[in-house]
């Protein structure tokens, strides 16, 4: 399933994959996979990208269907 609340808070940050891939220290290979819903993320990686975007887990990975 496709992370469309990511992508929504990455770019609300004007932040592109790269830039928030470099601030987690991961690739961007693995940021576009995760928005593509192709990688399910550590949460160990999940933390990070809620901290660089200042949202909380439930606003960005969960599931509200």
Do not use: H
């Not at 496709?2 to 932040?15: E, F, S, T, V």
């Not at 901290?51 to 887990?57: A, I």
């Amino acid at each position: 399933m496709k992370n469309l609340k990511l992508k929504a808070a990455r770019a609300a940050m004007d932040l592109s994959q790269e830039q928030l891939a470099d601030r987690c220290n991961v690739s961007r290979q693995t940021i576009s996979a995760i928005e593509k819903g192709d990688y399910n993320p550590t949460i160990n990686l999940c933390i990070a990208i809620c901290k660089v975007l200042g949202k909380t887990l439930d606003e960005l990975f969960w599931d509200n269907e």
